[in-house]
């Protein structure tokens, strides 16, 4: 989840972690629940018969966080096989053991947030809208949600940022902004696909390679 290994430490396996969080992630379903303080988390309307076990536990164990009530029958249920690479297993058992933790750390805080916050958010609503028309939108999403975080961890959080960079090249801005609810915004996304024809060269016969834009994100200065 791109902060995790900063906050807790590396992983040394597939499935053991050497972080004081992680450490505590096998066998969370086992332990008692306790009073813990809700977190906002706006998800998109997702019809959980569409979802997997691990999926729908997600979508719970982050709807009870956001209400501040778990029941006992969602506190029971497994959460999937924790392993390193399904970052949704470990972000299932995060929030797991963060209703199960009397008195919080500052870094599984963090991460809960993160992952309510961030994380969840993004997952959920490339689940329900993954046409490519979505993936600018989905982008700025990320970019946006995340401006919350500390420096250090924003930091962190643009070193990947140019990783998804094709999503603001010129062609898949101009496709969100085609399908844009505004009327305005698609009658310009209109105005520049017909200008680039005009002017443009005729590429209708052959391949179109095209490369990652350049994408540098701009230090915001706070006084």
């Not at 706006?42 to 997600?58: E, M």
């Not at 029958?73 to 299932?92: C, Y």
């Amino acid at each position: 989840m791109i902060i995790d290994k900063y906050i807790d430490g590396k992983s040394s396996g597939r499935s053991s972690y050497t972080g004081d969080i992680r450490r505590n992630l096998k066998g969370c379903e086992e332990l008692p629940l306790f009073a813990f303080n809700n977190i906002e988390c706006y998800l998109p309307c997702i019809d959980p018969t569409n979802l997997s076990c691990d999926q729908k536990y997600f979508l719970d164990i982050c709807t009870a966080i956001s209400s501040g009530v778990c029941s006992s029958d969602l506190a029971k249920r497994q959460q999937g096989t924790l392993n390193l690479a399904r970052w949704l297993t470990t972000a299932n058992r995060i929030l797991r053991l963060y209703i199960s933790t009397s008195d919080p750390s500052n870094g599984l805080i963090t991460l809960v947030v993160f992952i309510l916050r961030v994380y969840s958010p993004k997952w959920f609503r490339g689940f329900a809208h993954h046409s490519i028309k979505d993936g600018a939108r989905h982008f700025c999403l990320f970019i946006s949600s995340s401006r919350y975080l500390p420096m250090k961890y924003r930091d962190i959080i643009e070193q990947v940022i140019p990783r998804k960079a094709y999503f603001v090249a010129p062609e898949n801005m101009l496709s969100s902004m085609l399908t844009d609810e505004r009327c305005h915004i698609r009658n310009l996304s209109a105005r520049r696909f017909v200008k680039a024809r005009e002017i443009g060269p005729d590429a209708s016969s052959g391949f179109v390679l095209v490369m990652r834009p350049r994408f540098e994100m701009v230090k915001s200065v706070t006084k």
